[in-house]
């Protein structure tokens, strides 16, 4: 190459790549969507098939990145930035500058779970099942990781039974992905999603609307507010539940069984994820300590999701 010709007018393209764990995912996420990222530099994340030999690296993410030109020392500084110092190892390669959504795209293959048939848009409808349409882009909750698939089986498993519910709330919604699947399975219920970070708000609002699923607040739609936990107006109005979803982490899902049982009705049901079965008797009994009983439990490699009930009057 030529030392007065650039990467990019030679048609190259960098792509980077590393493992980290959710948090950091998120927050490279959200800030790749901020004012003053530099647009040159276009990120993704999803969450990667934990390896259920290798328990040490279940849960992580892989971040991948594209440049147009070689990474240069102004780009590792925004590196550390985003990571607060604590960069991870990437691994450098060439690519054309046209491939990386394609790239990104077909990293990510179908998933069948329960029901439902999770695709990115390059791919093609299942002739049987229930099409979910997750672009990998976007993606924190692709389908792609057991406790998401695992959450979808159970909400099929829930419709099998002759479960009707008819307020359901997700909490940690992520992409949106089990509210939509919520949707598809009960379309007259009134469906409320919720999570911490705020860049799911966009993330929800394009999975709706790429999988036909209107947004407002009435039966059939699905509403979207950025909080923890519990902590919103619109999420506590809309109680009691009688589905709730919770696909999260096993320490989070310990400090919020008081206030999950408050926000259900005698009856209901309350799916919870993101716990390894190593954590499964705490998370158990922190919500059989609230009145609830377990229903049901699918295992999945190293992960457990359980179906618990509050016991109807």
């Known amino acids: ?19 980290v764990d959710r948090t950091a995912a998120e927050a490279a996420l959200a800030a790749s969507v901020e004012d003053a990222w530099d647009s040159d530099l276009v990120m993704s994340a999803h969450e990667v098939e934990a390896d ?5 690296n279940a849960g992580l993410w892989r971040i991948e990145a594209w440049y147009p030109r070689k990474p240069d020392a102004a780009l590792r500084a925004t590196l550390d930035t985003m990571f607060d110092g604590n960069t991870p190892d990437f691994t450098l390669e060439k690519v054309e500058p046209e491939d990386w959504v394609t790239i990104s795209q077909q990293a990510v293959e179908p998933v069948r779970a329960g029901p439902f048939h999770i695709r ?52 940690g919604t992520g992409t949106g992905l089990l509210a939509i699947g919520a949707l598809k399975l009960f379309p007259t219920a009134n469906v409320i999603a919720s999570d911490i970070d705020p860049v799911c708000d966009e993330v929800v609002r394009e999975n709706a609307h790429g999988n036909a699923v209107p947004l407002g607040q009435r039966p059939g739609a699905l509403h979207y507010v950025t909080a923890p936990g519990m902590d919103d107006p619109g999420l506590r109005a809309r109680a009691p539940y009688d589905l709730l979803i919770a696909n999260i982490l096993a320490g989070p899902l ?26 499964e ?20 490699g190293d992960w457990s999701i359980l179906c618990l009930r509050m016991p109807a009057r």
């Open 254 to 279: 310990i400090t919020l069984a008081p206030d999950f049982a408050r926000a259900v009705q005698p009856g209901a049901y309350v799916v919870l994820a993101g716990l390894l079965t190593t954590q």
């Open 281 to 300: 008797a705490r998370v158990t009994r922190a919500y059989l300590q609230q009145g609830l009983r377990r229903e049901h439990r699918i295992v999945d």
């Open 1 to 19: 190459m030529s030392a007065d010709i650039t990467a990019e007018e030679a048609g190259i393209s960098w792509k980077l790549t590393a493992l």
């Open 52 to 56: 259920r030999y290798d328990p040490i």
């Open 120 to 171: 990115t848009p390059d791919h093609a409808a299942a002739p049987e099942g229930i099409d979910l349409v997750i672009p990998a882009s976007r993606a924190f909750g692709t389908g792609q990781h057991e406790t998401t698939a695992g959450c979808l089986a159970m909400l099929g498993w829930l419709r099998a039974r002759g479960v009707h519910p008819r307020d359901i709330a997700d909490i």
